[in-house]
């Protein structure tokens, strides 16, 4: 065990790109932020203050139930510290909503199976393409071999734009002009392992939860990944646009029935009003029979750099800024 310091050093601040990408979220959640922090800027605790942050949460879209809960943990913070003056408060509710993303802060493992096959869903213009190139990049750059699979059959644009990140990323893919999603995930599966590749990623076509034949697509792609090897997918990812709110949240809920998902990556985090979802998400994933989805990318721009590790301190501390 490390003994305590007798005089603990101030943490180590963030290494420069981790800085740029944290004063790029807290930007975007600014929005989202200001009308949160503005409600601290009172000398003295009020019950209006309660009532302006319970607005201010609703509006950032952490839905009503993540908006009770905070503001009944928090009272019970407030409480507990005898705490008085509106600052103090602040730092309390960023350390209630830190406690409550918490569970969602998992990383990504790869390793544990050649390949490990991950299976990429999400509806139409969620990121997840581009989020599949941003992840390929960061896997190649740590030696990873790495096989795409054009799941995405149905349109050709979405092949280019995939092949495109494979060739930025100098990774192999499996394209098929016309074929099924499921075959082409089934040939990737047997390609990465004769090839010795350490992921598989398969991208798929965008879809609505309620294109009810579309999703059972994605099951039979599911199954037939299963059919390669029986011990995949081992990830299945949703990607989800942030800005889409509360409207996020029931992709997860949909996605997560038909699919079962192992994990979530979020985007467009730059730049939203709408922020609180993950607080909805977090609060429906406690009582979720499987324990919580971590969400283990989140996107705050277009850049291979804006896609970033989730941690639910730093989301906190961006939320109220
Ligand atoms: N600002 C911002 N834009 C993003 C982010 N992630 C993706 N985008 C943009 O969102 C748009 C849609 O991204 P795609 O990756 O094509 O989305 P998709 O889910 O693959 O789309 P379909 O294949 O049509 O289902 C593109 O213009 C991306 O550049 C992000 O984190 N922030």
């Known amino acids: 065990m490390v003994a305590p310091s007798p005089s603990p050093e101030p ?7 981790r800085e740029g990408w944290m004063a790029r979220l807290r930007k975007g959640l600014s929005r989202t932020g200001s009308a949160i922090a503005q409600v601290f800027t009172g000398t003295q605790l009020t019950e209006e203050m309660y009532e302006e ?4 949460l609703l509006q ?3 839905g009503v139930k993540a908006t009770e809960f ?9 409480k507990e510290a005898k705490a008085t003056d509106p600052q103090q408060v602040r730092e309390l509710l960023i350390e209630a909503i830190t406690e409550l993303l918490g569970p969602l802060e998992r990383g990504l493992v790869v390793g544990e199976y050649t390949p490990t096959v991950m299976m990429v869903v999400g509806v139409n213009g969620a990121g997840k393409t581009t989020s599949i190139g941003k992840l390929t990049h960061h896997l190649a750059a ?12 149905f349109r050709a644009a979405a092949r280019e734009q995939l092949s495109v990140w494979a060739d930025r990323n100098r990774v192999e893919i499996v394209s098929q002009e016309g074929g099924d999603p499921a075959s082409v995930s089934f040939d990737a599966v047997n390609a990465g392992r004769a090839r010795g590749c350490d992921v598989v990623i398969a991208d798929t076509a965008g879809r609505l939860p309620t294109q009810l034949h579309l999703m059972e697509e994605l099951r039979k792609v599911r199954r037939v990944i299963a059919k390669a090897d029986a011990t995949a997918p081992h990830e299945v990812l949703l990607v989800v646009d942030g800005n889409t709110g509360q409207n996020a949240l029931n992709q997860v809920k949909a996605f997560d029935e038909a699919l079962t998902l192992t994990g979530l990556v979020v985007t467009k985090l730059d730049g939203t009003a709408k922020g609180g979802v993950l607080a909805a998400i977090a609060l429906w994933s406690r009582e979720r029979q499987l324990g919580s989805i971590p969400v283990y990318f ?3 721009g277009e850049k291979l750099e804006d896609l970033q590790t989730f941690s639910a301190r730093e989301f906190a501390k961006a939320l109220l800024s």
């Open 11 to 17: 943490a180590p601040a963030p290494p420069p790109e």
């Open 53 to 56: 942050l319970e607005t201010a």
């Open 60 to 62: 950032a879209d952490a």
């Open 70 to 78: 905070l503001l009944k943990d928090l009272r019970r913070r407030v």
């Open 142 to 153: 740590a030696d990873c071999r790495v096989l795409l699979a054009a799941a995405d059959t």
């Open 298 to 300: 989140i996107g705050v």
